[in-house]
């Protein structure tokens, strides 16, 4: 007899996930907490999970691959490097204020060494970095000497780590305004354009 998968349930161990590594780092999540704290039987985890590695994995698989979906989407829409940088950021930032727990997983799991994205998922930004290059030297709106790194680091990178400075109220500003938006598109700008 099948097994009946409960959505509802798969939800809580992705978000009590999200949450444990957050809160503890990597290390400092087990599964044990992570099945207690989504209420279920750690049994029920490893239906879906070899071990924690596999589910933190999925989790930044997943997470990673929305906001390159995103930038997709806008590269294929023919907006300008300003505009879809712009875009970007607001995204990065809707984030921060709906599901702050997403965007300071990412930020955990960025500068956690045990953890790498995949190689497809890698090589998929590699190609929509350079899509952007392409068309930004091509418009004129980019240096010439600018680098697929580059467009990651301030396209992706530094919009995460400015946001986490707000989150951690590190220099006693918390907000995450229109304001903001505008002071981190220009920050990107500056450093990329001709």
């Not at 955990?108 to 392409?134: A, T």
Request: proline share 1%; hydrophobic share 40%.
């Amino acid at each position: 007899m099948a097994r009946i998968i409960d959505d509802n349930k798969l939800e809580r161990i992705k978000n009590a996930t999200i949450e444990m590594v957050v809160a503890n780092g990597y290390g400092g999540a087990s599964i044990s907490k992570i099945a207690k704290n989504a209420g279920v039987a750690e049994g029920y985890l490893y239906r879906f999970y070899a071990g924690k590695n596999e589910l933190v994995n999925d989790l930044l698989y997943a997470n990673v691959n929305e906001l390159a979906d995103s930038l997709e989407n806008l590269l294929e829409n023919h907006h300008s490097v300003w505009d879809i940088f712009n875009m970007m950021i607001v995204k990065l930032l809707d984030l921060a204020k709906n599901q702050p727990d997403k965007i300071k997983f990412l930020y955990v799991l960025m500068h956690d060494y045990n953890f790498n994205m995949v190689d497809d998922q890698r090589e998929r930004i590699y190609n929509l970095c350079l899509r952007i290059k392409e068309n930004g030297i091509k418009s004129k709106e980019l240096k010439e000497d600018v680098t697929e790194e580059e467009i990651y680091l301030m396209g992706v990178t530094f919009p995460i780590q400015f946001i986490n400075l707000r989150l951690k109220n590190f220099f006693k500003q918390s907000q995450l305004t229109e304001k903001e938006t505008e002071q981190i598109l220009n920050i990107c700008i500056n450093s990329l354009k001709q």
